[in-house]
């Protein structure tokens, strides 16, 4: 970061956050070789002076629903596109808040809902991007990250 690298992405391997069972042991030990590597760098960035310009984005594909279908103990989560929890720090988003809520069993958004596309206009606006002019090329086709389907800037985050 301080060699001014654009884009860093780190993965703990072995995928241990994919809980569909056995998450009584399985997602503290995740944690456990997480959350303090997590915490140092954002407070390395801070200390650099780095977290003012940098965007630290914790999050996945796919959120967790507080069930599982295949355990019979209840010993998991399954995949949740309705519902899920990213967190970020740095880069011009408040700190100390949380944003948007899910039904009282964690199965859906249902309050200051964003939706992927939302997320991406308001990531690629920190980045100094309008996400309605930028265009990419698949498969020879000219195409927008938001396949022209509705996006807004999530302001209520930005500090």
Same mark, same amino acid.
């Given at each position: 970061m301080e060699r001014g690298v654009r884009f860093v992405q780190l993965f703990l391997n072995g995928q241990p #956050?994919?809980?569909h069972n056995n998450i009584k042991s399985a997602l503290?030990?995740?944690c456990r070789r997480t959350d303090k590597p997590? !915490?140092?760098l954002v407070k390395d960035l801070k200390r650099s002076g780095l977290l003012d310009s940098t965007i630290v984005h914790w999050g996945g594909e796919i959120g967790r629903l507080p069930v599982t279908e295949g355990d019979p103990n209840g010993g998991g989560r399954d995949h949740n596109g309705q519902g899920f929890?990213? #967190?970020l720090a740095g880069?011009?988003?408040k700190g100390?808040?949380?944003y948007g809520e899910t039904d009282e069993v964690g199965h859906r !958004?249902?309050?200051d809902k964003v939706t992927p596309n939302d997320f991406q206009a308001t990531l690629l606006h920190q980045f100094g991007i309008d996400y309605q002019k930028l265009f990419f090329f698949h498969n020879g086709q000219q195409q927008q990250l938001t396949n022209g389907r509705p996006a807004r800037v999530v302001k209520d985050i930005l500090s």
């Open positions: #956050w994919d809980n503290p030990a995740a997590a !915490a140092a929890t990213n #967190w880069g011009g988003f100390g808040m949380a !958004a249902v309050v």
